[in-house]
């Protein structure tokens, strides 16, 4: 995931108008382009008899191809780029050649049939350095968690009761759940630590990572750093790594203590913890492995569930009827002397379309993560060579009217009326991609997401200040957030006191 925050925020807005706009980055870019002339003729004349030939896509200038032209809304200008070359295009970035699927059956052909091809996701030169890229992640969430998730999403509602009446920022709630969430998840509730600092901490690695980086460009300069934003991100990285150290020398001394059978919970570290001390050769990981997974759960686990909820709970607060009969859904299943748990959840069918629907509209990683090839093939009757970047605008799919009713429609019973679920062969609804690098935190997300919005909404009506209307306009980046944050306040709708501690 801390790939998609790299490759999403390299081609993002704010990528490209700073690298064309930044006094700073002039000279950079010119001594580059001396360098990229040749690069260039090599370039044009290798692609020129090509057979069957690249994908069509619009003319773009020598040397810098399309990048002036690229506008800040990625999501939207793909999408009005495939209405005029079809399902799959191509730009060209400075020396890299980037592929833009738009059609389910193209998306199938990617991440289905031809999987094995495009297992890779790019990895960009911040992140080796950082030492946490390339690493195969092989989580899957563990339903032992499920106490823990119930607590912690009761103390969000507990939070939330404290400002029944005034303004409650929905995104800040959601997102200080998640994190204790994810932490507690990955290594127990542990009170000494800093929720804050950890926000502020995961919030810099987004933007330092998330930064244009000259090196992804011109893997040539990578050794000279021009930015600075390796060294930078190694900086950021070693105060994580060092908290996860401490924290693993307190396991090892309990370990070697002897305490460990009867005091030592089963969380995620205290696992790769012992695939660390007792895996065979093959199984084994090492301790920078270790460190380097969990920081990559705290970056991917944060940010995403948050964001979904808010569009979530944007969509209903737009659309009251679909509010109202969720509501009595929770009612009915969850009913008013109980809070929403973890065994609810199955019965919650409504609210699962409601999420559903929210990921169809507003799927939080627009993009995926982009792919990259490990050998040439041929996509849609097009060449798609080796190393190239391979984009899959989930955004503009889940849009298709061939595919979806009245599509731009906030409609959740679509749900109820097809099994189509997160990971079935419907390449029309792909929000945590597909094939062998689908999310591996789908299941805990899919938890996440049930109990964050099923609170929210059971325990409390939900009003806005006088006179406002929730926007729905987005802003492409490292996740498809919201333009503006929803603020919402909230009235206690349970009768007892109690059920809000
Ligand atoms: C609403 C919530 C989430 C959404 C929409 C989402 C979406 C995605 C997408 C689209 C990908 C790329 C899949 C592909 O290339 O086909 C991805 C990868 C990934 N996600 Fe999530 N994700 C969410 C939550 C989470 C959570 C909670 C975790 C961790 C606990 C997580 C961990 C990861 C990881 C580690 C990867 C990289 C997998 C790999 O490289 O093989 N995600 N996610």
Redesign the pocket.
Same mark, same amino acid.
């Given at each position: 995931?801390t790939?998609?925050y790299n490759k999403h925020a390299v081609l993002a807005c704010e990528g490209w108008s700073w690298s064309c706009h930044d006094p700073e980055f002039a000279p950079l870019m010119a001594g580059a382009l001396v360098i990229f002339c040749c690069a260039w003729l090599w370039w044009s004349m290798k692609f020129t008899k090509i057979n069957p030939p690249l994908p069509p896509g619009p003319l773009g200038l020598p040397i810098i191809g399309n990048l002036p032209f690229i506008k800040p809304e990625l999501h939207r200008y793909f999408s009005d780029l495939s209405r005029i070359y079809g399902p799959v295009f191509k730009l060209r970035m400075w020396s890299v050649l980037a592929i833009v699927i738009n059609s389910p059956s193209l998306a199938k052909e990617v991440?289905k049939v031809q999987d094995a091809i495009f297992a890779n996701?790019d990895v960009p030169t911040a992140t080796v350095v950082g030492t946490f890229g390339g690493i195969n992640?092989l989580w899957r969430p563990n339903g032992s968690r499920c106490n823990q998730l119930r607590k912690l999403v009761r103390r969000m509602v507990k939070e939330i009761h404290g400002k029944v009446g005034s303004s409650v920022n929905i995104y800040e709630q959601l997102s200080a759940t998640a994190l204790r969430v994810m932490m507690s998840t990955l290594w127990g509730d542990d009170p000494s630590q800093d929720l804050i600092e950890f926000r502020k901490r995961l919030d810099e690695i987004v933007i330092t990572f998330g930064a244009p980086n000259v090196s992804d460009f011109f893997p040539i300069l990578a050794p000279f750093d021009l930015q600075g934003i390796e060294s930078k991100g190694k900086e950021q990285v070693s105060w994580f790594y060092g908290v996860f150290e401490s924290m693993i020398k307190n396991r090892r001394n309990i370990r070697d203590d002897g305490k460990e059978k009867k005091n030592i919970r089963k969380d995620f570290m205290q696992q790769l913890l012992e695939l660390h001390w007792q895996g065979d050769e093959k199984n084994s990981l090492s301790i920078n492995e270790v460190k380097a997974l969990l920081l990559?759960?705290m970056v991917?686990?944060t940010d995403? !569930?948050p964001t979904?909820v808010e569009w979530a709970m944007t969509e209903l607060l737009c659309h009251r009827d679909k509010m109202t009969k969720l509501v009595k859904e929770l009612d009915m299943v969850v009913g008013n002397q109980n809070t929403v748990e973890d065994s609810h959840i199955p019965q919650l069918v409504y609210l699962d379309a409601v999420i559903k629907e929210t990921?169809r509209l507003h799927? !939080?990683?627009p993009l995926?993560?982009p792919?990259v090839p490990s050998k040439t093939t041929v996509i849609g009757g097009f060449t798609v060579p080796k190393g190239c970047r391979v984009f899959i605008n989930a955004w503009v799919i889940q849009r298709d009217p061939e595919l979806w009713d009245d599509p731009l429609r906030f409609h959740p019973e679509r749900f109820l009326e097809t099994d189509i679920n997160y990971r079935s062969n419907n390449f029309g609804f792909i929000?945590?991609?597909?094939?062998r690098?689908?999310? !591996?935190?789908v299941s805990?997300?899919e938890k996440?997401?049930a109990l964050l919005l099923g609170s929210l909404v059971h325990s409390f009506e939900w009003g806005l200040s006088e006179g406002t209307k929730p926007s729905l306009e987005d802003k492409f980046g490292i996740v498809l957030k919201k333009a503006e944050s929803l603020v919402g306040i909230p009235v206690a709708r349970l009768p007892n006191l109690e059920q809000y501690q």
């Open positions: 995931m790939n998609l991440l996701h992640i990559d759960m991917a686990g995403t !569930v979904a990921l799927p !939080v990683a995926l993560i792919r929000p945590f991609g597909s094939g690098r689908i999310c !591996v935190g805990l997300a996440m997401m």
